[in-house]
């Protein structure tokens, strides 16, 4: 009887959430920063995930790309890290070779890219996608 209840409790959340989420991004726009230059592969594959992540996200926000190139792809990785909101209205596709900028310590990048939860990628060797995640 309480193990139903549990269950049933976790399921009413979770359909809350989604729904909260649903309202959230609705009619909203997401923006998707693109750590180059327009015109690489890079921007390519970027963009054709920006294309079509919308979709899959609650409510179906648009999503605009916009291109932050500079300093292998740190300067976007500090704009999601230190400026950019905090609400899951910005995406970032930055590659791993950010997190060796962490591990050799360059002085540049002023974010903590280990942090990033909301880390995915779709290759062997996989670009990130991360938000903009608080500091800790």
Do not use: W
Not at 15 to 43: C, L, M, N, R, W
Not at 108 to 116: H, I, M, P
């Amino acid at each position: 009887m309480h193990r139903s209840l549990a269950v049933l409790l976790a399921l009413l959340l979770l359909g809350s959430a989604a729904a909260g989420a649903q309202e959230f991004y609705k009619g909203k726009t997401v923006t998707f920063v693109i750590g180059t230059a327009p015109g690489g592969g890079y921007d390519t594959y970027s963009r054709l995930i920006a294309a079509h992540i919308g979709k899959h996200l609650p409510g179906q926000p648009s999503v605009v790309s916009q291109n932050m190139p500079g300093a292998a792809m740190i300067r976007a990785t500090n704009y999601l890290y230190n400026e950019a909101p905090r609400d899951g209205t910005v995406i970032g596709m930055i590659d791993q070779a950010v997190y060796l900028n962490q591990i050799l310590g360059l002085p540049q990048l002023k974010a903590d890219v280990t942090s990033s939860t909301g880390s995915a990628g779709s290759s062997r060797i996989p670009p990130s996608c991360m938000p903009g995640i608080p500091r800790r």
